[in-house]
C-alpha cells in the first residue's frame, strides 16, 4: 500500500464548478500536511498547508480528517487556470521528509 | 526575493558517465532537500541538509549518488556512474523551518536523461 494515495483522474470540471478529491495517508502518526500544485512539467508550488480545523484561501477549501486518515481539497468557481496537477504531501513524523501522492489531475473546460 | 535555483535544467549524458547536479537554496534557508521523481512515479525525498550537515540521507538510493553542501549554501548531488535508472527530474527544495512549515519551496528541477 502507498504511504500517500490519491485518486490520478483527470477530473473534468466545467468552468465554474465545484470539484472536490480526497487524498489518503497510512502512518497515523504523520503530523503536517500540505497541498502542492504541480503544472505541466514545472515544479510544485505550495498551494495551502491543512490545518486539523480545516481552512479556507479564496475559493480553495482543505480538511483534515485525522480519524480516517484523508486530506480532501475543494475548488468553487473553477477557473481554467485551476487546471493543474494537485499533489498531496504529507510531512511524516520522523524527520523532515515529505511523502508525496501521485497527484491528482484536473482539467477545467470552458 | 530570488528563489531556489538549479542548474542545469536538462543535462542528457550516456551511461557510465558522471553529472554533477547544482542547487542554490533561498538565501537564508538552513534546510535543503534533495527529491526526485522517476517517469510515472511519485517524487520521493532523497536527502535533507541543515546547513552543511546531513540531516536525513535515508533517501539516497546507492552510493553512486554523492551530495554535498560545503559552507552550508549551495549543494550538489553528483551521479557516478550514471545508471539508465537514474533517468528522471531532481528538484532540490529548501525551507527556513524544519517540519514543512511556512512551506517548502521548490526549484524548477534538472531534467536528467541517462542514455
Known amino acids: 500500500r502507498k504511504e500517500v494515495e490519491q485518486d490520478p483522474g483527470p477530473f473534468n470540471v466545467p468552468e465554474g464548478a465545484t470539484v472536490a478529491f480526497n487524498c489518503t495517508y497510512s502512518?497515523?502518526?504523520?503530523?503536517?500536511f500540505f497541498w502542492y500544485r504541480q503544472d505541466c512539467r514545472k515544479e510544485p508550488k505550495l498551494l495551502m498547508s491543512?490545518?486539523?480545523s480545516g481552512n479556507e484561501d479564496g475559493r480553495f477549501t482543505a480538511q483534515l480528517n485525522r480519524a480516517s486518515q484523508y486530506i480532501s481539497l475543494l475548488i468553487r468557481d473553477s477557473k481554467l487556470s485551476d487546471s493543474a496537477t494537485y499533489l498531496c504531501?504529507?510531512?511524516?513524523?520522523?524527520?523532515?521528509?515529505?511523502?508525496f501522492g501521485g497527484g491528482t489531475r484536473v482539467l477545467v473546460k470552458p | 526575493e530570488a528563489g531556489v535555483t538549479q542548474f542545469p535544467s536538462h543535462s542528457v549524458i550516456e551511461k557510465g558517465q558522471t553529472v554533477t547536479l547544482r542547487c542554490d537554496p533561498i538565501?537564508?534557508?538552513?534546510?535543503l532537500y534533495w527529491y526526485r521523481r522517476v517517469m510515472g512515479k511519485e517524487i520521493k525525498f532523497l536527502l535533507h541538509?541543515?546547513?552543511?550537515?546531513?540531516?536525513?540521507e535515508s533517501g539516497m538510493p546507492n552510493n553512486r549518488f554523492l551530495a554535498e553542501r560545503t559552507g552550508g549554501t549551495y549543494s550538489t548531488l553528483k551521479v557516478q556512474p550514471a545508471e539508465l535508472e537514474d533517468s528522471g527530474v531532481y528538484f532540490c527544495?529548501?525551507?527556513?523551518?524544519?517540519?514543512?512549515?511556512?512551506?517548502?519551496?521548490f526549484g524548477s528541477g534538472t531534467r536528467l536523461t541517462v542514455v
Open positions: 527544495a529548501s525551507s527556513q523551518f524544519e517540519g514543512g512549515y511556512g512551506g517548502y519551496t
Open positions: 502512518n497515523s502518526a504523520s503530523q503536517s
Open positions: 491543512v490545518y486539523s
Open positions: 504531501v504529507v510531512n511524516q513524523a520522523a524527520g523532515n521528509k515529505l511523502t
Open positions: 538565501s537564508g534557508h538552513d534546510n
Open positions: 541538509f541543515v546547513k552543511e550537515s546531513k540531516q536525513d
